[in-house]
Protein backbone atom coordinates (compact mmCIF):
# COMPACT_ATOMS: atom_id res chain seq x y z
CA UNK A 1 0.00 0.00 0.00
CA UNK A 2 2.87 2.63 0.82
CA UNK A 3 4.51 1.91 -2.27
CA UNK A 4 0.98 2.23 -4.42
CA UNK A 5 0.50 5.61 -2.52
CA UNK A 6 4.09 6.95 -3.10
CA UNK A 7 4.20 5.85 -7.16
CA UNK A 8 0.21 7.28 -7.30
CA UNK A 9 1.30 10.54 -5.66
CA UNK A 10 4.30 10.90 -7.35
CA UNK A 11 2.60 9.92 -11.16
CA UNK A 12 -0.18 12.40 -10.59
CA UNK A 13 2.82 15.19 -9.24
CA UNK A 14 4.58 14.29 -13.04
CA UNK A 15 1.13 15.47 -14.55
CA UNK A 16 0.90 18.48 -12.57
CA UNK A 17 4.23 19.34 -13.73
CA UNK A 18 3.04 19.29 -17.02
CA UNK A 19 0.71 21.13 -17.12
CA UNK A 20 2.85 23.40 -15.52
CA UNK A 21 5.56 23.54 -18.00
CA UNK A 22 4.25 21.89 -21.12
CA UNK A 23 7.03 23.17 -23.04
CA UNK A 24 9.98 22.15 -20.69
CA UNK A 25 11.61 19.01 -20.27
CA UNK A 26 10.95 18.77 -16.44
CA UNK A 27 8.60 16.23 -16.42
CA UNK A 28 10.30 13.53 -18.39
CA UNK A 29 13.32 13.98 -16.07
CA UNK A 30 10.72 13.04 -13.14
CA UNK A 31 9.36 10.20 -14.91
CA UNK A 32 13.28 8.80 -14.81
CA UNK A 33 13.65 9.94 -11.50
CA UNK A 34 10.77 8.14 -9.97
CA UNK A 35 12.14 4.83 -11.93
CA UNK A 36 15.18 5.56 -10.43
CA UNK A 37 13.76 6.19 -6.96
CA UNK A 38 11.40 2.70 -7.00
CA UNK A 39 14.22 0.14 -8.29
CA UNK A 40 16.42 2.42 -4.76
CA UNK A 41 13.19 2.04 -2.63
CA UNK A 42 12.93 -1.56 -3.97
CA UNK A 43 16.58 -2.40 -2.91
CA UNK A 44 16.11 -0.84 0.35
CA UNK A 45 13.14 -2.38 1.16
CA UNK A 46 14.29 -5.91 0.78
CA UNK A 47 18.04 -5.17 2.54
CA UNK A 48 17.40 -5.78 6.55
CA UNK A 49 17.10 -1.80 7.66
CA UNK A 50 19.67 -3.13 10.97
CA UNK A 51 22.31 -3.72 8.74
CA UNK A 52 21.72 0.05 6.84
CA UNK A 53 21.70 1.67 10.08
CA UNK A 54 24.60 0.07 11.99
CA UNK A 55 26.10 1.89 8.88
CA UNK A 56 24.98 5.11 9.47
CA UNK A 57 28.01 6.69 10.82
CA UNK A 58 29.65 5.50 7.21
CA UNK A 59 26.07 7.18 4.93
CA UNK A 60 26.60 10.33 7.44
CA UNK A 61 30.36 10.88 7.07
CA UNK A 62 29.58 10.77 3.07
CA UNK A 63 26.74 12.98 3.23
CA UNK A 64 28.63 15.34 5.09
CA UNK A 65 31.69 15.49 2.20
CA UNK A 66 28.84 16.18 -0.04
CA UNK A 67 27.47 19.12 1.88
CA UNK A 68 31.28 20.51 1.73
CA UNK A 69 31.91 19.56 -1.75
CA UNK A 70 28.52 21.52 -2.72
CA UNK A 71 30.41 24.77 -1.27
CA UNK A 72 33.04 24.56 -3.93
CA UNK A 73 33.54 27.01 -6.60
CA UNK A 74 33.00 25.55 -9.69
CA UNK A 75 31.69 22.18 -8.50
CA UNK A 76 28.74 23.53 -6.63
CA UNK A 77 26.32 24.95 -9.10
CA UNK A 78 25.00 28.42 -7.78
CA UNK A 79 21.54 29.40 -9.04
CA UNK A 80 19.16 32.10 -7.82
CA UNK A 81 22.15 33.12 -5.10
CA UNK A 82 22.37 29.71 -3.41
CA UNK A 83 25.19 27.25 -4.20
CA UNK A 84 23.23 23.66 -3.61
CA UNK A 85 23.51 21.49 -6.47
CA UNK A 86 26.11 19.16 -8.03
CA UNK A 87 25.59 18.99 -11.61
CA UNK A 88 24.71 15.65 -13.00
CA UNK A 89 25.00 14.88 -16.70
CA UNK A 90 22.09 14.04 -18.60
CA UNK A 91 19.79 14.16 -15.24
CA UNK A 92 20.32 17.98 -14.26
CA UNK A 93 21.40 18.69 -10.79
CA UNK A 94 21.93 16.68 -7.43
CA UNK A 95 21.08 18.32 -4.21
CA UNK A 96 23.23 16.98 -1.31
CA UNK A 97 21.00 17.99 0.74
CA UNK A 98 18.08 16.05 0.15
CA UNK A 99 20.33 13.31 0.44
CA UNK A 100 21.94 14.20 3.94
CA UNK A 101 18.01 13.49 5.81
CA UNK A 102 18.55 9.90 5.72
CA UNK A 103 21.63 9.57 7.05
CA UNK A 104 20.53 12.15 9.80
CA UNK A 105 17.62 9.81 10.68
CA UNK A 106 19.70 6.68 10.73
CA UNK A 107 22.17 8.65 12.55
CA UNK A 108 19.49 9.68 15.59
CA UNK A 109 17.37 6.35 15.44
CA UNK A 110 20.76 4.54 15.77
CA UNK A 111 22.00 6.98 18.79
CA UNK A 112 18.48 7.33 20.55
CA UNK A 113 16.94 3.40 19.56
CA UNK A 114 18.79 1.80 22.21
CA UNK A 115 16.25 -0.02 24.95
CA UNK A 116 15.78 2.66 27.98
CA UNK A 117 14.35 3.00 31.13
CA UNK A 118 14.96 6.49 31.92
CA UNK A 119 14.01 10.38 30.44
CA UNK A 120 17.10 11.82 28.32
CA UNK A 121 20.30 13.48 29.60
CA UNK A 122 20.87 16.76 28.82
CA UNK A 123 24.30 14.71 27.53
CA UNK A 124 22.22 12.55 25.11
CA UNK A 125 20.27 15.53 24.07
CA UNK A 126 23.15 17.69 23.44
CA UNK A 127 24.72 14.93 21.51
CA UNK A 128 21.50 14.72 19.81
CA UNK A 129 21.78 18.63 18.52
CA UNK A 130 24.75 17.95 17.63
CA UNK A 131 24.02 15.43 14.99
CA UNK A 132 21.52 17.61 13.50
CA UNK A 133 23.81 20.89 14.07
CA UNK A 134 26.48 19.57 11.25
CA UNK A 135 24.75 19.10 8.21
CA UNK A 136 21.95 22.07 9.08
CA UNK A 137 25.11 24.36 9.32
CA UNK A 138 26.92 23.56 6.19
CA UNK A 139 23.51 23.80 4.38
CA UNK A 140 23.17 27.29 5.59
CA UNK A 141 26.52 28.08 4.32
CA UNK A 142 25.01 27.69 1.10
CA UNK A 143 22.81 29.36 1.90
CA UNK A 144 19.37 27.40 1.92
CA UNK A 145 17.11 28.27 5.34
CA UNK A 146 14.19 26.82 3.94
CA UNK A 147 16.05 23.22 3.20
CA UNK A 148 18.00 23.84 6.86
CA UNK A 149 14.33 24.04 8.40
CA UNK A 150 13.24 21.04 7.46
CA UNK A 151 15.81 18.55 9.23
CA UNK A 152 14.36 20.07 12.50
CA UNK A 153 11.24 17.97 12.68
CA UNK A 154 13.74 15.15 12.75
CA UNK A 155 14.94 15.53 16.10
CA UNK A 156 12.24 16.84 17.25
CA UNK A 157 10.33 13.73 17.18
CA UNK A 158 13.04 11.25 17.83
CA UNK A 159 13.44 13.48 21.08
CA UNK A 160 9.89 13.63 22.04
CA UNK A 161 9.42 9.98 21.50
CA UNK A 162 13.09 9.13 23.52
CA UNK A 163 11.20 10.40 26.78
CA UNK A 164 12.14 13.42 26.91
CA UNK A 165 11.21 15.45 29.78
CA UNK A 166 8.25 17.47 29.86
CA UNK A 167 9.92 20.30 31.53
CA UNK A 168 12.09 20.63 28.52
CA UNK A 169 9.75 20.40 26.04
CA UNK A 170 7.74 23.15 27.81
CA UNK A 171 10.96 25.58 28.52
CA UNK A 172 11.72 25.06 24.40
CA UNK A 173 8.49 25.99 23.48
CA UNK A 174 8.11 29.01 25.44
CA UNK A 175 11.92 30.33 24.98
CA UNK A 176 11.43 30.02 21.37
CA UNK A 177 8.29 31.72 21.33
CA UNK A 178 9.71 34.74 23.30
CA UNK A 179 12.92 34.85 21.76
CA UNK A 180 11.21 35.39 17.95
CA UNK A 181 10.78 38.88 18.58
CA UNK A 182 14.04 39.56 19.85
CA UNK A 183 15.83 36.85 16.77
CA UNK A 184 13.84 39.52 14.75
CA UNK A 185 14.88 42.53 15.75
CA UNK A 186 19.23 41.01 16.03
CA UNK A 187 18.10 39.87 12.69
CA UNK A 188 16.86 42.98 10.55
CA UNK A 189 19.70 44.99 11.89
CA UNK A 190 22.96 42.27 11.83
CA UNK A 191 21.88 41.41 8.56
CA UNK A 192 21.68 37.50 9.35
CA UNK A 193 17.70 37.88 8.09
CA UNK A 194 18.80 39.52 4.49
CA UNK A 195 16.01 42.26 3.28
CA UNK A 196 14.30 39.83 0.95
CA UNK A 197 13.68 37.50 3.77
CA UNK A 198 12.37 41.02 5.59
CA UNK A 199 9.85 41.43 2.98
CA UNK A 200 8.48 37.83 2.26
CA UNK A 201 7.55 37.92 6.07
CA UNK A 202 5.77 41.35 5.60
CA UNK A 203 4.18 40.22 2.80
CA UNK A 204 2.21 37.57 5.16
CA UNK A 205 1.95 39.69 7.92
CA UNK A 206 0.78 42.68 5.75
CA UNK A 207 -0.06 41.31 2.77
CA UNK A 208 -2.75 44.04 1.71
CA UNK A 209 0.14 46.54 1.89
CA UNK A 210 2.77 44.28 -0.03
CA UNK A 211 4.34 45.15 -2.87
CA UNK A 212 2.28 42.66 -5.37
CA UNK A 213 4.72 43.52 -8.22
CA UNK A 214 8.12 43.49 -6.07
CA UNK A 215 8.80 41.15 -2.88
CA UNK A 216 5.00 39.98 -2.55
CA UNK A 217 4.83 38.36 -6.43
CA UNK A 218 5.28 34.75 -5.89
CA UNK A 219 2.57 34.89 -2.59
CA UNK A 220 -0.01 36.68 -4.78
CA UNK A 221 0.55 34.85 -8.03
CA UNK A 222 -0.02 31.95 -6.08
CA UNK A 223 -3.33 33.33 -4.49
CA UNK A 224 -4.53 34.10 -7.76
CA UNK A 225 -3.76 30.66 -9.17
CA UNK A 226 -5.23 28.50 -5.95
CA UNK A 227 -8.27 31.02 -6.44
CA UNK A 228 -8.72 30.47 -10.28
CA UNK A 229 -9.07 26.73 -9.84
CA UNK A 230 -12.70 27.21 -8.13
CA UNK A 231 -13.96 23.82 -6.93
CA UNK A 232 -13.26 21.19 -10.16
CA UNK A 233 -10.58 23.25 -11.72
CA UNK A 234 -10.25 25.85 -14.46
CA UNK A 235 -8.73 23.36 -16.96
CA UNK A 236 -12.43 21.69 -17.75
CA UNK A 237 -13.45 25.40 -18.88
CA UNK A 238 -10.33 25.49 -21.44
CA UNK A 239 -8.89 29.03 -19.17
CA UNK A 240 -5.49 29.96 -20.02
CA UNK A 241 -3.41 28.66 -16.85
CA UNK A 242 -1.64 31.12 -14.99
CA UNK A 243 1.96 28.66 -14.98
CA UNK A 244 1.86 28.05 -18.40
CA UNK A 245 1.64 31.86 -19.09
CA UNK A 246 4.67 32.34 -16.91
CA UNK A 247 3.09 34.38 -14.53
CA UNK A 248 3.44 32.34 -11.81
CA UNK A 249 6.71 31.66 -10.83
CA UNK A 250 9.02 28.34 -10.23
CA UNK A 251 4.97 26.50 -10.78
CA UNK A 252 6.69 22.85 -11.21
CA UNK A 253 8.64 23.02 -7.79
CA UNK A 254 7.89 25.50 -5.04
CA UNK A 255 4.35 26.41 -5.65
CA UNK A 256 2.89 22.96 -7.51
CA UNK A 257 0.28 23.07 -5.13
CA UNK A 258 -0.56 26.29 -6.65
CA UNK A 259 -1.47 24.50 -10.20
CA UNK A 260 -2.63 21.18 -8.50
CA UNK A 261 -4.92 23.51 -7.01
CA UNK A 262 -5.57 25.66 -10.64
CA UNK A 263 -6.13 22.33 -12.67
CA UNK A 264 -8.10 20.47 -10.29
CA UNK A 265 -9.43 22.69 -7.96
CA UNK A 266 -10.84 22.45 -4.44
CA UNK A 267 -11.89 18.48 -5.26
CA UNK A 268 -8.70 17.71 -6.65
CA UNK A 269 -6.52 19.67 -3.24
CA UNK A 270 -8.95 18.27 -1.32
CA UNK A 271 -7.89 14.36 -2.61
CA UNK A 272 -4.41 15.08 -2.81
CA UNK A 273 -4.31 15.81 1.41
CA UNK A 274 -6.75 12.79 1.81
CA UNK A 275 -3.79 10.60 -0.11
CA UNK A 276 -1.02 11.89 2.09
CA UNK A 277 -3.06 11.61 5.27
CA UNK A 278 -3.22 7.87 4.17
CA UNK A 279 0.17 7.60 3.15
CA UNK A 280 1.03 8.90 6.64
CA UNK A 281 -1.01 7.23 8.74
CA UNK A 282 0.24 4.31 7.11
CA UNK A 283 3.56 4.95 8.10
CA UNK A 284 2.36 5.58 11.91
CA UNK A 285 0.87 1.97 12.00
CA UNK A 286 3.79 0.52 10.51
CA UNK A 287 5.76 2.34 13.40
CA UNK A 288 3.29 1.05 15.36
CA UNK A 289 4.12 -1.89 14.76
CA UNK A 290 7.99 -1.66 14.38
CA UNK A 291 10.25 -4.83 15.40
CA UNK A 292 12.35 -2.70 17.77
CA UNK A 293 12.83 1.31 18.83
CA UNK A 294 15.22 2.09 16.22
CA UNK A 295 13.09 1.17 13.84
CA UNK A 296 9.73 2.82 15.10
CA UNK A 297 12.31 6.38 15.30
CA UNK A 298 13.01 5.84 11.78
CA UNK A 299 9.68 6.23 10.39
CA UNK A 300 8.21 8.13 13.08
CA UNK A 301 11.23 10.77 12.43
CA UNK A 302 10.42 10.26 8.54
CA UNK A 303 6.76 11.01 9.20
CA UNK A 304 7.49 14.11 11.13
CA UNK A 305 9.35 15.62 8.03
CA UNK A 306 6.93 14.47 5.59
CA UNK A 307 4.35 16.23 7.44
CA UNK A 308 6.02 19.50 7.54
CA UNK A 309 7.03 19.81 4.72
CA UNK A 310 3.55 19.31 3.36
CA UNK A 311 2.53 21.67 5.88
CA UNK A 312 5.22 24.63 4.68
CA UNK A 313 4.66 24.14 0.68
CA UNK A 314 0.55 24.62 1.30
CA UNK A 315 1.26 27.09 3.67
CA UNK A 316 3.11 29.11 0.96
CA UNK A 317 0.92 28.32 -2.16
CA UNK A 318 -2.17 29.72 0.26
CA UNK A 319 -0.63 32.44 1.38
CA UNK A 320 -0.30 31.73 4.70
CA UNK A 321 3.12 31.04 4.90
CA UNK A 322 6.08 33.00 4.02
CA UNK A 323 8.34 31.66 0.86
CA UNK A 324 11.03 29.73 1.79
CA UNK A 325 11.69 27.57 -0.98
CA UNK A 326 10.21 23.43 0.83
CA UNK A 327 9.04 21.20 -2.17
CA UNK A 328 5.79 19.36 -1.65
CA UNK A 329 7.21 15.52 -1.26
CA UNK A 330 6.58 13.28 -4.28
CA UNK A 331 4.65 16.27 -5.92
CA UNK A 332 7.40 18.41 -6.95
CA UNK A 333 10.24 18.49 -9.34
CA UNK A 334 13.31 17.80 -8.58
CA UNK A 335 15.05 13.92 -8.79
CA UNK A 336 17.01 14.63 -5.57
CA UNK A 337 14.07 15.23 -3.35
CA UNK A 338 11.56 12.33 -4.74
CA UNK A 339 14.71 10.00 -4.69
CA UNK A 340 14.96 10.87 -1.43
CA UNK A 341 11.32 10.34 -0.25
CA UNK A 342 11.39 6.73 -2.02
CA UNK A 343 14.30 5.78 -0.10
CA UNK A 344 12.47 7.00 3.22
CA UNK A 345 9.84 5.29 2.33
CA UNK A 346 11.87 2.14 1.45
CA UNK A 347 12.93 2.03 5.09
CA UNK A 348 9.35 1.84 6.02
CA UNK A 349 8.76 -1.06 3.69
CA UNK A 350 12.05 -2.65 5.47
CA UNK A 351 10.86 -1.98 8.43
CA UNK A 352 6.90 -3.56 8.33
CA UNK A 353 8.61 -6.25 6.26
CA UNK A 354 10.52 -7.87 9.22
CA UNK A 355 7.83 -6.95 11.88
CA UNK A 356 7.83 -10.11 12.74
CA UNK A 357 12.05 -10.72 13.32
CA UNK A 358 13.66 -10.56 16.28
Known amino acids: ?50 KLVHIAPAFYIFGLALLVVVLIPHVGLKINGQRCWIGVPGLGQFQPSEFMKIPTVLMLARY ?71 MWYVGKHTGLIKPYQQERINVILDPENADRRGFGYHTWQSIVTVGKGGIKGS ?45 LTKLIHGARRAPDRTGMLVIMAIVGGLAFQIFINVGMALGMLPVIGVPLPLMSAGISAILSTFVAIGFAVSIRLRRFVN
Not at 132 to 140: K, R
Not at 152 to 171: D, E, T
Not at 263 to 269: A, D, E, R, S, W
Request: aromatic share 10%; proline share 5%.
Open 112 to 182: FGRPRSTALTIKEIVVGCGILALPVGLIMLEPDAGQSLTYFPLLAVVLFLSSVRMWLVIAALVLGTASVPG
Open 1 to 50: MLTLLAVAISSFGTWMIFNAQPDAPFWKKQIIGIAISLALMLAVSFTDYR
Open 235 to 279: AAKGDASQSALKFLPEPHTDFIFAVTAENTGFVGCVLLLLAYAVL
